[in-house]
Nanobody
Framework: VQLQAYGGGLVQTGGSLRLSCVASGRTVSNYNVGWFRQAPGKEREFVAAIRRSGERTYYADTVKGRFAISRDNAKNTVYLQMSSLKPEDTAVYHC?????????????????WGQGTLVTVSS
């Protein structure tokens, strides 16, 4: 499966953005999907994940209550709705897919990665 993230941009503190992760090659419904981000000079970190059918979602403590992950398998797309954005959310956001995982927050569990999309939150 190939993944491509879209929707990044420049937003002010407190604003919102919706990122899309579009899959091609294979149906995204076969995969658990996660979002990760990497800020300049920092390690990649887990943001959110969603199981195949969408019945379970997981969030990093830093985004819980502000971000929401969802999926539309009919559109082969996974979304990350980001609200109440803060400057510390500035990063390149990547989506990734895994057939299965034991630890959804660990990047090594994901096999397929898309090119990221840059989110910049100005203060």
């Amino acid at each position: 499966v190939q993944l491509q993230a879209y929707g990044g941009g420049l937003v002010q503190t407190g604003g919102s953005l919706r990122l899309s992760c579009v899959a091609s090659g294979r149906t995204v419904s076969n995969y658990n999907v996660g979002w990760f981000r990497q800020a300049p000079g920092k390690e990649r970190e887990f943001v959110a994940a969603i199981r195949r059918s969408g019945e379970r979602t997981y969030y990093a403590d830093t985004v819980k209550g502000r971000f929401a992950i969802s999926r539309d398998n009919a559109k082969n797309t996974v979304y990350l709705q980001m609200s109440s954005l803060k400057p510390e959310d500035t990063a390149v956001y990547h989506c990734a897919a895994a057939m299965s995982y034991s630890d959804y927050s660990r990047s090594g569990e994901y096999t397929y990665w898309g090119q990221g999309t840059l989110v910049t939150v100005s203060s």
